[in-house]
């Protein structure tokens, strides 16, 4: 299976910080990397697929970069809204895998 | 608009079996791949499998394969995942998920909006 690791698992910024969460395949999955944000007790909501392909009606503060093994998904003007979890996602072959979530909280 | 809406909330013994629904609307069914997600709580997401509503074909994650079943209602145009020998780990939310284009992309752009499935003795 190909290990999704994150980083950091959480940070704490504030309201317009420019964010940045990596996240690292265990083998190469070319521009198979999906960013999902989650808030408390709701379901994820698509952020960037294919790397960094902005899903329709997400913020463009929003983008991702990467390919092969290390990937990045910025948000550059942090507001209040962003504040949630942040988990990566490959889609290059099952199983299909998740990184271990990144918790954005305010400082 | 895309919407898929699951059934509701199962509270289950240890070693019974869940069936859980995910009705969608606002699209062609056939065209796109519903997954399941899970996530346990606290922690986080874990990809279970795909069913292709068109062909009833279905993916596993090797992890629960054997105890897995999704399902499609042609009838109700429904799936189904009906996991069997319940332990206490399964204790989870459990999420429908639509593939993001027609065929299989293996992204997640419409989510049902989870059913908590608590096994519990």
């Known amino acids: 299976d190909i290990q999704m690791t994150q980083s950091p698992s959480s940070l704490s910024a504030s309201v317009g910080d420019r964010v940045t969460i990596t996240c690292r395949a265990s083998?190469?999955?070319?521009?198979?990397l999906n960013w999902y944000q989650q808030k408390s007790g709701k379901a994820p909501k698509l952020l960037i697929y294919?790397?960094?392909s902005l899903q329709g009606g997400v913020p463009s503060r929003f983008s991702g970069s990467g390919s092969g093994t290390d990937f990045t998904l910025t948000v550059s003007g942090l507001q209040p809204e962003d504040f949630a979890t942040y988990y990566c996602?490959?889609?290059?072959?099952?199983?299909?895998?998740f990184g271990g979530g990144t918790k954005v909280e305010i400082k | 608009q895309v919407q898929l809406v699951q059934s509701g909330a199962e509270v289950k013994k240890p070693g019974a079996s869940v069936k859980v629904s995910c009705k969608p609307s606002g699209y062609t069914f056939n065209s796109y791949y519903i997954h399941w997600v899970r996530q346990a709580p606290g922690q986080g997401l874990e990809w279970m499998g795909w069913?292709?509503?068109?062909?009833?074909?279905?993916k596993y994650a090797q992890k629960i394969q054997g105890r897995v079943t999704v399902t499609w209602d042609m009838s109700i145009s429904a799936a189904y995942m009906e996991l069997s020998r319940l332990r206490s780990d399964d204790t989870a939310v459990y999420y429908c998920?639509?593939?993001?284009?027609?065929?299989?992309?293996?992204?997640?752009?419409?989510w049902g909006q989870g059913t908590l499935v608590t096994v519990s003795s």
């Open positions: 996602q490959q889609s290059y072959t099952s199983p299909l895998t």
């Open positions: 083998q190469s999955i070319r521009t198979y």
């Open positions: 294919a790397a960094s």
């Open positions: 069913i292709n509503p068109y062909s009833g074909g279905t």
């Open positions: 998920a639509r593939d993001l284009v027609g065929g299989l992309y293996n992204s997640f752009e419409y």
